[in-house]
Each structure stands twice: as structure tokens, then as C-alpha cells.
């Protein structure tokens, strides 16, 4: 019995002792004696965490007004053949965009010998090119705003007003596009060109006929090219030209009606022409498509037309 008791006394006391080590340890661990506000405030660092993800980048607001003129200076000028340049004008910011619907254009304003002259460009960059706005624009012997633009330096302004267009190019407006260029007519489908071949999603198919007085007349041919070989499944283009050189693959000519059911898309309701050049031009490739099937345009262009005018 007494060995019982010595043997129950000397446990109680080993826990005892042990519970007392531990509880030691437990109070370190929590050091309540330094208090509640000397304990580092943990909270703070994941509320700075949630703060950070909590930060979005601002959309960029577009340059263009379609209400009111805008100046933009001329950062560049280089002329690609006798009577084309190719201008760029620099944007208020090098991350600022245009914010030009593909298919659209720009009214551009000057003072001319004391007259306010205006027309309207389509520029050939878009707003995957931020910090500025390029046009390749052909020099007439009367233009009055051409003339002027030639003549400008670096620095000096013009201004611009848009977007605005009956065009707004979107994937689904139709399986098969179909376009007829003549000279800087090329700018608008070269907008849409790149638009469509640039986007994975969009399936639709495009041909081109691009008509040139020479193969030196032929504007952007290097990026039309390159998308032709990059995308054979979505463009094809076919050049004409008035006078060919030696060893030409391509036509020459006119573009007759023939040419246009051999290289363009048929009729229906999945097709769509679209035509942009001289005005004896457009006349003339507006009755041929009437002959091959396709319905007039009427005298306000419409994006739903079966042909259309830029």
C-alpha cells in the first residue's frame, strides 16, 4: 500500500511538472505578457495584397472626336513613288489610340490660301499602332488639300475629325468578301485586310483585285503580299496593271467582268463586293457586277449593301 502511494505521488508530481513546462512554452508561444498591441498586425499585409489586385488599368480614351477638329502634328513624310506619300502625324501620347472602327475614316481639315478645305482618308494604321496615325495618300495636280500636304514639314499640323463612315466592320458580316481596288482606293480594304487576317476568329475570306496604271504604281504590296502567304486560306490577292513588265504573273488591263467572276466571289446572300478607286472606275465595275448578278447600291451607302461604295 505504501508503495501504491509513493508510486501515485511521484506520476502526479512528473505531470504536474511536465504540464507545467508545457504551459511555460504555450505562454512564449503566445506571449501574452508583451500584450495584444505589441502582436504584429498581420491583417495589414494581406489587405495590401488585396489592394494591389484590386488595381485595373483605365481603358485609353480615343484621340479622335468625331464633333470637333482635332490638330495633330507631322512626325513623318516619305514618298513611296512620284505622286504617293505616306504621312504620319503623332498622337498626344505614345500610348494613346486612335480609336477608329475598322472600315471607318477621318475628315482631315486645312486652311488653303485662305479657303477651309476638308476631305476624308482612311488611315492604313489602326489601334494596335499606338502614338500615331498613318495615311498613304496620292498627290493630284489640283488637289487643293494633297498639294498642301505635300508641302508640310515636320511639326507642322493638320487636323482631324471622326471617326465617321457608313462602314463598321465586324466578324459575321458575311462568309466572303470580295474587293475591287484602283490606286489609294487600296486604303480601306487594306484596313479590313488586316483586321480579318490579324483575328484568329474571324473565318472570313477575302479576294482582292488591285488595279494600277504599273506594277511601280502598286501601293503596300510588300504587307499584301506577305498576308497572302501568311494566310492563303483567308486572302488571295491578283494585281492588274495598265502596262506590264517583263516576266508579270498577274493581269493586265482592264478589270472586266470576266476577270472579276474568275477572281471574286459569286452572288449570295453570304457575299459581299466591296469597291473603292477613280469614279469612271467604280462605274464601270458597278455595271459589271450588275451584269454577273449582284444588286446596285443605292445612292447612300449602307454597311447592308451587296455592293459597296467607301
Known amino acids: 500500500m505504501g508503495q501504491f502511494v509513493l508510486g501515485y505521488l511521484s506520476a502526479g508530481a512528473t505531470f504536474s511538472t511536465a504540464a507545467y513546462i508545457a504551459g511555460g512554452k504555450c505562454l512564449k508561444m503566445l506571449d501574452v505578457s508583451r500584450g495584444i498591441g505589441k502582436t504584429p498586425p498581420r491583417i495589414h499585409q494581406t489587405s495590401r495584397v488585396l489592394i494591389k489586385k484590386q488595381i485595373v488599368a483605365l481603358p485609353r ?6 464633333r470637333k477638329y482635332r490638330k495633330l502634328p507631322l512626325a513623318l513624310k516619305e514618298k513611296l513613288s512620284a505622286n504617293t506619300y505616306r504621312f504620319v502625324f503623332s498622337l498626344p501620347s505614345a500610348d494613346a489610340v486612335l480609336g477608329l472602327p475598322t472600315g471607318q475614316h477621318v475628315a ?3 486652311e488653303v490660301d485662305g479657303k477651309t478645305i476638308s476631305r476624308s482618308y482612311t488611315p492604313v494604321s489602326n489601334d494596335k499602332d499606338p502614338g500615331g496615325l498613318e495615311l498613304v ?3 493630284y495636280p489640283n488637289g487643293l488639300l494633297t498639294n498642301h500636304m505635300a508641302g508640310l514639314k515636320a511639326g507642322e499640323t493638320l487636323e482631324f475629325r471622326g471617326p465617321k463612315g457608313a462602314m463598321t466592320y465586324k466578324n ?3 462568309k466572303h468578301i470580295g474587293m475591287i481596288a484602283g490606286g489609294t482606293g487600296i486604303t480601306p480594304m487594306y484596313q479590313l485586310i488586316r483586321a480579318i487576317c490579324e483575328d484568329e476568329a474571324d473565318t ?3 479576294s482582292l483585285l488591285y488595279a ?3 506594277e511601280d504604281d502598286i501601293l503596300l504590296r510588300p504587307q499584301l503580299d506577305s498576308w497572302a502567304a501568311k494566310y492563303p486560306h483567308k486572302f488571295k490577292v491578283w494585281y492588274v496593271v495598265g502596262t506590264a513588265p517583263e ?5 493586265t488591263g482592264f478589270v472586266t467582268k470576266e ?5 471574286l466571289p459569286t452572288p449570295s446572300l453570304d457575299s459581299k463586293i466591296m469597291l473603292c478607286g477613280p469614279p469612271g472606275m467604280i462605274n464601270a465595275m458597278k455595271n459589271n457586277l450588275d451584269a454577273l448578278g449582284f444588286t446596285k447600291p443605292g445612292a447612300i451607302a449602307k454597311a447592308t449593301d451587296q455592293i459597296f461604295l467607301f
Do not use: F, H, M
Not at 476577270?259 to 477572281?263: K, M
Open 61 to 66: 480614351l480615343p484621340v479622335l472626336d468625331p
Open 108 to 110: 482631315i481639315q486645312a
Open 137 to 139: 495618300i496620292k498627290v
Open 172 to 174: 459575321g458580316l458575311c
Open 204 to 206: 472570313t475570306t477575302v
Open 212 to 214: 494600277n496604271n504599273s
Open 247 to 251: 516576266g508579270w504573273k498577274y493581269g
Open 259 to 263: 476577270v472579276i467572276a474568275e477572281r
